[in-house]
């Protein structure tokens, strides 16, 4: 499986309504920063992240690129993060979608922080 604009729009009902050429470019922007992968996951992993980008720019979006800390209906009130000085969100913040998240799930897969040697490793599952 190759990530595509379709497959991305069938995985993600969510995105359904947007132009074609921006999930495109999301999945270009994704695909810069995946890199080798030694699990089947990449692909997945590939759409995730893409995701991620485009969560992350319909949040800036909404909010002039402030990160919303509280938002009340009745009498509209709405209180942004401080500002670190940074502007938008990052590659660094995968953290603050639950697409991010996935993201480093998976590519995690392939990439444990530990490898066991020796011994019967499934004794342990």
Not at 92 to 115: E, H, V
Request: charged share 20%; net charge neutral; aromatic share 10%.
């Amino acid at each position: 499986m190759t990530a595509t604009v379709t497959s991305m729009k069938l995985k993600f009902a969510e995105f359904q309504t947007l132009d074609d050429q921006v999930v495109g470019f999301a999945l270009e922007e994704a695909e810069l920063f995946l890199g080798a992968w030694s699990s089947g996951a990449k692909d997945i992993a590939w759409m995730y992240l893409a995701a991620h980008f485009l969560a992350v720019a319909a949040a800036s979006a909404d909010s002039d690129g402030r990160e919303i800390t509280h938002e009340t209906i009745g009498r509209i009130s709405t209180t942004y993060k401080a500002s670190s000085g940074t502007g938008a969100l990052t590659i660094g913040d995968l953290q603050t979608t639950q697409y991010g998240a996935r993201y480093l799930q998976l590519k995690n897969l392939g990439n444990p922080k530990f490898k066991t040697i020796g011994g019967n490793p499934s004794r342990w599952c």
